[in-house]
């Protein structure tokens, strides 16, 4: 036998079990191999994990458990099916209901008690889920990977398995050959070594030894004739009923078990905590850690057969979202301008007054409801921002249905995986969305949101539009949803990693609108331009008229002076938002803007541009353009928007204290209403481990907690689990510290932190000194090397353009490296690229991380080509 790596051999065990399996004669005895790290427990068995393998896997594929469980206490025990690994060859077929009540022989056997945890991937977690099913007095939980327990008899099975049962195929590409076999195992991401190869593949040497593949495969239920399929809808329906904690932990690359099948796991087991690891494919137990997961969730509980720590009570008044639409449409105002669109004409191209827009989203609600939209279901909106889009956010939300809104400046790839992600019920769109729903298989029923030929709505399997839904006279009657209940998943911009679905609800979304009311002074009867996407669609929920300027919202750096001018004209509007890519833009063609638009940038009270940093240079310049306006810069996140508020005067102020140590970051104000921030100190590693403290000047991640922070990140536990491990506070990523009156300063990311041997060091202190040299455009310092050992590297645009990228010229680096000197830094080295790369929704945001990666490969001398 060849070495299995990972596997301790005291772990490889035998069992003869006598068979109760209809399948059996009377009198049989099956021996049984399974993997049990009982040998190797540390101290006081806490429970054990009963792990049951798909096909054409075997007990191998639960190795990692079996090390981690036995360092922290638990037993876990890790079957071979029969037919399967390296249990017995009976030769008889056997059923989903004899492998059950194989189970069932076997933990008799072994004489396992509660409390028990059931672990299942591929068809072995159907099966698992049907011993949970039947042996609930010792059941305390169970974890699922990438499995199924139904099938939508609308839809095809997955390709993979419809090639594999096909007759012409099915023997030789299960048993006859190994090929079912390898394509399984060639599913790893990254691919597996070839010494776990030959551990996958040692079971199944010989065509006999792959009888029980292909007899897994042959059990598949394709329809309700199949001798499984009963059996299949029996623990389908009955799981319904646990009532003990879940964990799924899932590979959404999964050619077999997509997406599709863990939404239907949730709608089945809604109390579960289901963690999605982007990229992880099939073989998940291969493609990520999934052992510390487990055992970290296990942990997380008081007891394991005790339910989920409860969530804290909300408190406070709720006042619905959609109320002042509501009121307005049917008050004094109802006549007044609520949402415009501007055209590239200047001119308005649509707008509905506030008895119009109360209309619309009653009517578009009791279409939605018609054709099956409900509380609770996903509606993936696909639409720019504007009238449409409001019309259509607030409709959903009358109906308690989740809105899912993904940015497309996340790319193709990006915006895919945030939609499949989420499995939404139904996906509105304009044309070029569902033709990419078309091309990407999203899922959802298709609604078009604008006038759709009806040849090209079939081949892009559009079964409803928009405007037939609205068209109706009917009103929507139905009860308003909980204030507690889901909302949105907001989608982040990707800046850090792959962008995350950020779920509010109804009281979290209104706790928002309310903290911008009071922040700002926004009261009903304001108006604003809407030209930073996320604050845009709350305009009516303030009550204040808002208009959507001529500019494509995913890129912000398109809206111009003119654009920006005549959108405030059209309204005669007080309040701007706008982000700094957006401003800079505005800046750069403010020639353009007409006496009409001048006059009406004048009459801007409160300007505010969030998303990014903002330099005060570019403040003083925009000051010019709108003299009347209060400049406010607020910080915060998708997470929580907003957590802090500055104004000019403000950062001037920051700006000369004479506080040693004040200044190293950007300053981003104090506290909004309701919202309170603390630090948790970084230790030499660079992790944030302190206690959670407001004393000033102490660098760390900071810590929020206000009224309209996120409820949780949609289906990804781990980040959740991490963000809000200190109790009630989430965790933002994002370092920097607390100054004596409170404010608090922005130093970088968490996972920008440079950590040299002399210390560690964030990274905006350093770049703002360097841009102070005349001779920088913008600059970005990072880490090279090693954690613990890296060498800080500061990365430069000239400022006279230079297209050169690698080591920088020896006046420019002498300049970079007196400048660092006066805060006691040496940089390792000075490069220069001709731009840095940025994040794709704010175009503001500095990737350091991909100008990491690029400083280390040249000074490692690989030449990689410029981020």
């Not at 259509?392 to 499949?420: F, N």
Request: charged share 20%.
């Amino acid at each position: 036998m060849v070495e299995l790596p990972g596997v301790d051999p005291m772990w490889s065990t035998y069992l003869d079990v006598p068979s109760t399996a209809a399948v059996d004669p009377d009198g049989t005895v099956n021996r049984w191999h399974y993997l049990d790290n009982l040998p190797s427990l540390v101290g006081e068995t806490r429970g054990t994990l009963l792990c049951v393998h798909g096909n054409p896997t075997w007990s191998y594929l639960w190795r990692t458990l079996l090390a981690a469980g036995a360092r922290q206490g638990w037993r876990v025990v890790a079957v071979d099916q029969l037919e399967m690994g390296l249990s017995e060859r009976s030769g008889r077929k056997r059923r989903l209901a004899d492998r059950i009540r194989d189970l069932e022989d076997f933990t008799g056997a072994l004489r396992l008690r509660g409390p028990l945890v059931t672990v299942g991937h591929d068809w072995g977690g159907v099966v698992s889920l049907g011993f949970a099913d039947r042996n609930r007095e010792d059941l305390a939980a169970v974890v699922l990977t990438n499995t199924a327990i139904h099938q939508d008899p609308n839809a095809p099975i997955p390709a993979p398995l419809r090639l594999a049962l096909n007759g012409a195929v099915h023997r030789l590409g299960t048993s006859t050959t190994p090929a079912f076999l390898e394509t399984t195992l060639a599913l790893a991401r990254p691919r597996l070594s070839p010494e776990v190869r030959a551990a996958y593949r040692e079971p199944y040497r010989t065509a006999s030894r792959r009888r029980g593949i292909e007899q897994f495969v042959a059990d598949i239920p394709v329809g309700p004739a199949h001798p499984s399929h009963a059996e299949l809808t029996r623990i389908a329906g009955n799981i319904r009923t646990l009532d003990v904690p879940v964990l799924m932990l899932w590979g959404p690359e999964d050619p077999i078990f997509s997406d599709t099948y863990l939404n239907d796991l949730t709608r089945r087991l809604p109390q579960a905590d289901v963690h999605r690891f982007e990229g992880a494919g099939h073989l998940v137990a291969e493609d990520r850690d999934i052992a510390a997961p487990i055992f970290d969730w296990l942990g997380d509980r008081e007891s394991i057969s005790g339910a989920k720590v409860p969530a804290c009570a909300s408190a406070g008044s709720f006042t619905p979202l959609w109320q002042q639409i509501r009121d307005r449409g049917t008050g004094d105002s109802a006549s007044t301008p609520a949402v415009a669109d501007m055209g590239t004409d200047g001119e308005v191209a649509r707008l509905l007054s506030w008895r119009e827009l109360d209309h619309r989203v009653s009517r578009l609600a009791a279409g939605l409801h018609r054709i099956g939209v409900r509380s609770g279901s996903r509606v993936s909106l696909m639409v720019p921002p504007g009238v449409e889009l409001t019309v259509l956010i607030y409709a959903c939300l009358r109906l308690g249905a989740v809105i899912v809104l993904a940015d497309a400046g996340l790319g193709a790839k990006g915006l895919s995986r945030a939609v499949r992600g989420t499995v939404p019920d139904f996906l509105v769109g304009i044309e070029r969305a569902l033709v990419a729903a078309r091309v990407f298989g999203w899922p959802g029923t298709r609604i078009s949101a604008g006038p759709v030929p009806a040849s090209r709505a079939r081949l892009l399997g559009v079964t409803h539009h928009l405007s037939d839904l609205s068209g109706g006279s009917s009103a929507y009657q139905g009860a308003d949803p909980s204030p507690d209940s889901d909302a949105a998943i907001l989608f982040t911009s990707g800046s850090t990693g792959p962008a995350k679905g950020v779920v509010y609800t109804h009281r979290q979304l209104s706790a928002m609108r309310d903290t911008l009311a009071v922040t700002l002074g926004l009261t009903p009867g304001s108006a604003l331009v809407a030209g930073f996407a996320p604050f845009a669609l709350l305009g009516p929920a303030l009550g204040a008229s808002s208009v959507t300027p001529a500019m494509d919202v995913t890129a912000p750096g398109t809206l111009t002076a003119r654009a920006l001018s005549d959108a405030a004209a059209a309204i005669e509007a007080t309040t701007v938002f706008a982000s700094p890519a957006a401003l800079r833009n505005v800046l750069a063609t403010a020639a353009d803007i007409t006496p009409r638009g001048g006059q009406a940038l004048r009459r801007i009270k409160i300007l505010l541009s969030a998303g990014a940093p903002i330099p005060s240079s570019l403040l003083e310049e925009l000051q010019a353009l709108v003299p009347s306006a209060s400049l406010h810069t607020p910080y915060g996140m998708t997470e929580a928007l907003p957590v802090t508020d500055i104004d000019r005067e403000g950062i001037r102020k920051a700006a000369a204290l004479p506080v040693p140590g004040t200044g190293n970051g950007v300053c981003v104000g104090s506290a909004v209403p309701a919202a309170e921030i603390c630090i948790s100190a970084l230790d030499s590693s660079g992790a944030a481990s302190g206690t959670p403290t407001t004393k000033p000047g102490v660098t760390g991640e900071i810590l929020v907690r206000a009224p309209h922070v996120k409820d949780r990140y949609f289906r990804l536990w781990l980040t959740e689990r991490e963000s809000s491990r200190t109790a009630g506070w989430h965790r933002t990523g994002d370092v920097g510290h607390l100054d004596r009156d409170g404010r608090l300063w922005v130093e970088g990311r968490l996972a920008h932190v440079i950590t040299s041997a002399s210390g560690v060091l964030t990274p905006v202190g350093p770049e703002q000194a360097i841009e102070k040299l005349d001779a920088v455009r913008q600059a970005a310092m990072v880490g090279v090397g090693p954690a613990g050992t890296q060498a800080a590297v500061a990365v430069v645009v000239p400022a006279d353009g230079g297209k050169a990228s690698g080591l920088a010229p020896t006046g420019l680096a002498d300049s970079v490296r007196q400048a660092l000197s006066m805060g006691g830094l040496s940089p390792a080295a000075v490069l220069t690229l001709p731009a840095l790369p940025t994040d794709v929704r704010h175009n503001a945001k500095i990737d350091r991380a991909a100008v990491a990666k690029w400083a280390a490969d040249v000074l490692e001398g690989r030449g990689r080509k410029a981020p």
